[in-house]
Nanobody
Framework: QVQLVESGGGLVQPGGSLRLSCAASGFTVSNYAINWYRQAPGLDREFVAQISSSGGRTIYADSVKGRFTISRDNSKNTVYLQMNSLSPDDTAVYYC???????WGQGTQVTVSS
């Protein structure tokens, strides 16, 4: 059974950092491209970042480029999203998913506020 569990969210001040984790089970993350998405209140879910199945290619939304880094630990079957220089505009529920599949975790809330 495929399962994705996001964690690491929380409340952080503007300019702060968080690292989100996406622990996968039921499949091997290194066999798939993995995406992070986010959804802010009242807005559509938007793409944030992707890591390719090989791990050699990453893609970022313009809004997070240079601040966020997606990475993967194959030994833990986990994908990470390091988020730096956070701003209130980054407040959202963050989700991970296998690219091209309908698997979604429950999400983790990130709130950036002073």
């Amino acid at each position: 059974q495929v399962q994705l569990v996001e964690s690491g969210g929380g409340l952080v001040q503007p300019g702060g950092s968080l690292r989100l984790s996406c622990a996968a089970s039921g499949f091997t993350v290194s066999n798939y491209a993995i995406n992070w998405y986010r959804q802010a209140p009242g807005l559509d879910r938007e793409f944030v970042a992707q890591i390719s199945s090989s791990g050699g290619r990453t893609i970022y939304a313009d809004s997070v480029k240079g601040r966020f880094t997606i990475s993967r630990d194959n030994s833990k079957n986990t994908v990470y999203l390091q988020m730096n220089s956070l701003s209130p505009d980054d407040t959202a529920v963050y989700y991970c998913t296998r690219a091209g599949f309908g698997d979604w975790g429950q999400g983790t809330q990130v709130t950036v506020s002073s």
